[in-house]
């Protein structure tokens, strides 16, 4: 009998013993958790108060006429319903960065609507994205010379809130990038300056300002464009992964963190005529200050020109696109347009975007890119080409009244065929018309069009009249 109640005695000891430990082990569990999470959001706040993010506008972009003709080049609509303003923003804002200035000078009207429309925080945050635009003023009557005198002249907007550090980004690239992991290699190495850098290969690298590193990722040497007889001097270790790529060279992304009192004294007191970063501060800096390399080893490419631009949109069809539209943690922000889902009838989809709110009835669509309210018309085929779309619908009323002048509609008419072009927004393009990109085209500029290495870029609301041909 004592046997029993010993054994049962036992039982329940064990049994109380288990459940004690199980209470501990959740309540661990959860402490753990909050502990993280606590200290997740203190250090994402912190970051939010000591970072201002500067965004640059950049220059006229002659190089990417005539997209740039009427906006500037962060205005450039990008994968059908994106700008590439919308980019740096973006991975700003996934990097809890929300306090923000866009820079501008050039054709700025596009670009200020869309952000205008776009950007808007909470009346109980201290975010924003603001724009600076280039003002004459009794001390500095010139517009912005460069990208260190655009900043220069924006400080005394800037400087009036509190922060650390700024970050310094360019308005016309496509990446995604966490500027959390950058800050903090920027203040483990205890730098003054970083850079974000990227391994390259020996064509590449003479786009570039290129840089060489030490031990402790700091920049020793920088040279802007090398050339290709040199280069042999300007290998870094840029990891075994890189090398295998034949990428041995680090390349500036433009992309910047000055501790706050740093630029303060570059672009005030030690440099006050200096222009741009690139040529002229960096390569300043490397003597007197700490100046750190950020090398990033993801998908990073420079929209500086039409055939560069071409490719960056193209590449988004593939199966798994370097750039990721479809990533949870990174999504691209842009503005809420109250669109109504694309409409396909008859068309046979290859490799292709669609955006909401377009209306094809084409043949056939490979490797394409088509942007918001495109409409493509019955037995047309699209082959290798980026379709903008439009900003508007037309009426039925409007419409009607064109076909009764035989002008054409809004978009792509019937039985077209177009392979290699860029059709900006607003088109018109009438029934039967041929447009056929590729190396057999010289570069011309048309009033209709321009080609530039075998790319037909059909400027914004060009009419194409029935039968045109490329």
């Known amino acids: 009998m004592e046997t029993t109640n010993w054994r049962k005695k036992k039982t329940s000891n064990c049994i109380i013993f288990t459940l004690v430990y199980l209470i501990w082990l959740s309540l661990l569990k959860h402490f753990v958790f909050y502990y993280l999470y606590r200290a997740k959001n203190i250090r994402m706040l912190n970051l939010s108060k000591s970072v201002v993010a500067v965004i640059l506008g950049g220059g006229a972009g002659s190089r990417l006429y005539p997209l740039t003709a009427s906006r500037s080049k962060p205005a450039v609509p990008i994968a059908g319903k994106y700008r590439l303003v919308d980019i740096p923003i973006s991975n700003c804002m996934n990097s809890n960065i929300n306090r923000m200035f866009v820079l501008t000078q050039f054709n700025s009207a596009s670009l200020n609507k869309h952000i205008k429309n776009t950007y808007h925080f909470s009346a109980f945050s201290t975010g924003f994205v603001d724009i600076l635009a280039a003002e004459q003023t009794p001390d500095n009557p010139g517009w912005f010379q460069g990208t260190a005198d655009a900043v220069r002249q924006s400080l005394r907007h800037i400087s009036t809130l509190e922060y650390e ?6 308005g016309d690239q496509l990446y995604q990038m966490d500027f959390t992991d950058m800050l903090q290699a920027h203040k483990k190495n205890n730098a003054d300056i970083s850079i974000a850098t990227i391994p390259v290969n020996d064509r590449d690298a003479p786009e570039f300002g290129v840089m060489k590193t030490n031990e402790e990722s700091l920049i020793t040497s920088f040279i802007e464009k090398p050339s290709k007889d040199i280069l042999a001097d300007w290998i870094s270790d840029t990891g075994a992964h890189m090398q ?3 990428k041995h060279y680090l390349a500036s992304m433009g992309i910047y963190i000055f501790n706050k009192a740093v630029l303060n004294e570059l672009l005030k007191d030690k440099h006050p005529a200096a222009t741009d970063f690139g040529k002229e501060i960096i390569p300043n800096s490397i003597i007197d200050y700490k100046v750190s390399s950020y090398q990033y080893n993801g998908y ?14 193209l590449e988004l069809t593939a199966d798994l696109p370097l750039f990721n539209l479809f990533d949870n943690t990174n999504a691209i922000f842009t503005r809420a347009r109250m669109l109504p889902p694309a409409k396909i009838s008859g068309t046979t989809l290859e490799q292709t975007l669609i955006a909401e709110g377009s209306i094809i009835h084409a043949s056939r669509l490979d490797k394409c890119v088509v942007g918001i309210r495109a409409r493509i018309g019955h037995g047309t085929t699209v082959n290798n080409s980026y379709i903008m779309g439009n900003d508007y619908y037309e009426t039925l009323e409007q419409m009607a009244e064109h076909r009764k002048n035989n002008s054409p ?4 008419g019937e039985r077209c065929f177009i392979k290699d ?7 018109r393009i009438g029934n039967d018309v041929r447009i056929q990109g590729g190396k057999h085209l010289a570069n011309v500029d048309h009033e209709l069009y321009t080609a530039k290495e075998g790319i037909v870029v059909v400027k914004k609301g060009a009419v194409l009249p029935n039968g045109f041909s490329i």
């Not at 550090?165 to 360019?170: D, H, K, R, T």
């Not at 990073?300 to 949109?313: Q, R, V």
């Not at 072009?421 to 088109?427: F, L, M, P, S, V």
Request: glycine share 8%; net charge negative.
């Open 165 to 170: 550090y700024i970050l310094i980004l360019s």
């Open 244 to 246: 295998k790529q034949g």
């Open 300 to 313: 990073w490419t420079d929209i500086g020109n039409i055939y560069s631009f071409f490719e960056a949109n």
């Open 409 to 412: 509609l809004m978009g792509i």
């Open 421 to 427: 072009a860029i059709i900006d927004k607003n088109c």
